[in-house]
């Protein structure tokens, strides 16, 4: 059974800090492709990043030179570095991977950024 589960987030300042974490199991995480989305109240959720099994990225254009993916294969953990923050990051954030057909999320950690 596929689990992700999500920590990390919290409350911080503007220009501020966070680094999130999804702890994957009952995958063969180094095999998958894993993607960080968010979605803010009254909005659509949408992807901020993504890295491929072979460790490519992919970044939002909103958060590009903030934010970093990357992904621990030995602790099948993944994670997202999030510098230079904005109150506009302020959403619930998802980890996700994709097993054809099946879309896998975990339950969402809440990153607020205000002052």
């Known amino acids: 059974q596929v689990q992700l589960v999500e920590s990390g987030g919290g409350l911080v300042q503007p220009g501020g800090s966070l680094r999130l974490s999804c702890a994957a199991s009952?995958?063969?995480?180094?095999?998958?492709?894993m993607y960080w989305y968010r979605q803010a109240p009254g909005k659509e959720r949408e992807l901020v990043a993504g890295?491929?099994?072979?460790?490519?990225?992919n970044y939002a254009d909103s958060v590009k030179g903030r934010f970093t993916i990357y992904k621990d294969n030995a602790k099948n953990t993944l994670y997202l570095q999030m510098n230079s923050l904005e109150p506009e990051d302020t959403a619930v954030y998802y980890c996700?991977?994709?097993?054809?057909?099946?879309?896998?999320w975990g339950q969402g950690t809440q990153v607020t950024v205000s002052s």
């Open positions: 996700n991977t994709r097993i054809s057909p099946d879309n896998y």
């Open positions: 890295i491929t099994s072979s460790g490519r990225t």
């Open positions: 009952g995958i063969i995480f180094s095999f998958n492709a």
